[in-house]
């Protein structure tokens, strides 16, 4: 269904506002400029070339459409594709099949909750063609064993096993020429004191140990003790999953500088990342869209995030799912979809 023209501003008129959508749909279907000519073949209404034309020109006056070259065509700017999706936009509902279908690929059975948020991932990516972003909760969850793994000069692997059987692996930075003795050190001091515990009640123990210097640890193993658990419960906990990068480098338009799509990845894996992400989804009900530079998270244009949050039995806000991709994402298809996902996994959560 049609969102309406209520956001349309000041002086765009319904002829307009069609040539606009027009405008903005070819955009998404070809990533193209697009010309009179095939405006005027795609038109409800008829209207001349030079009629379409003149008609263009007012809406490039306004800031919603740019020429890349001389002579040719149109492109939506961002403030364009704002308006789009504000005020033209036009999606429907799911099918029964494809609720059914995605509620089937989120709800395997034997899986753990990472492996069913990875799962979510995978399936945006698939079905909008980019990014399938997935910003999991921080767990909770008991742990039964922890442990430390070198990786060579100046870093860890930290294995860690819930009671539930799941297991996550994340890395870390220790001192350079760290003895492999202060890691398994380290794996054992954790576990004799993890037993069923949450890392949260772990963390509050093992500091308050340390900082009496009731430890037995030397300074060299209670930093890697530190920096593990810090792994799982400093700045707010929870993990940013990704699925489809290709997807969205092979999207993404050409001209686009290796740089600019280096710099989206590296602040993608960055932790402040996460809990902006999170900060933004709070701020309102639903799916959420944002063009460009809009959400603060990223510096780079020509890239929009399509997010919505999902909520566990006590109706808390605590991760989201959505869709990382170029600005001309199919928006009618992708919106639904993510928002019947989110939907999906809180009542798995709940």
Known sequence: MSRGLASLPPGLDGRSAAILRQIVELYVETGGPVGSRTLSRRLPV??????????????????????????????PTERGLRLFVDGL?????????EREAIAARCAASGRSLQDTLGEAGRMLSGLAGAAGLVLAPKTDDRVRHIEFVPLGTGRALVVLVGE??????????????LPTGSLVQASNYLNARL???????????????????????????????ESGLATWTGGGGG?????????????????????????????????????????LVQRGEG?????????????????SMVVAPFRNGKEQIIGA??????TRINYGRIIPVVDYTARVIGRLLG
């Open 195 to 225: 037993s069923g515990r949450t890392l949260e009640d772990t963390r509050t123990e093992v500091t308050e140990e340390i900082a009496a210097n009731r430890s037995a640890l030397d300074a060299l193993t209670a930093q890697v003790v």
């Open 46 to 75: 008829t209207l001349s070339p030079a009629t379409i034309r003149n008609a263009m020109s007012d809406l490039e006056e306004a800031g919603l459409l740019f020429a890349p070259h001389t002579s040719a065509g149109r492109l």
């Open 89 to 97: 936009l036009e999606f429907g509902d799911l099918t029964e099949e």
């Open 287 to 303: 799916v959420q869209i944002f063009i460009g530079a809009e959400s603060g998270l990223f510096d780079a244009s020509g890239v």
């Open 239 to 279: 993990s940013l999953i990704l699925r489809g990068q290709s997807r969205l480098l092979e999207n993404l338009d050409q001209t686009a500088r290796v740089e600019e799509i280096q710099a989206l990845f590296d602040r993608l894996e960055a932790q402040e990342t996460m809990l902006r992400l999170l900060e």
């Open 321 to 326: 799912v959505g869709v990382l991709g170029p």
């Open 164 to 177: 539930g059987g799941q297991v996550e692996n994340r890395v870390i930075s220790v001192p350079a020429g």
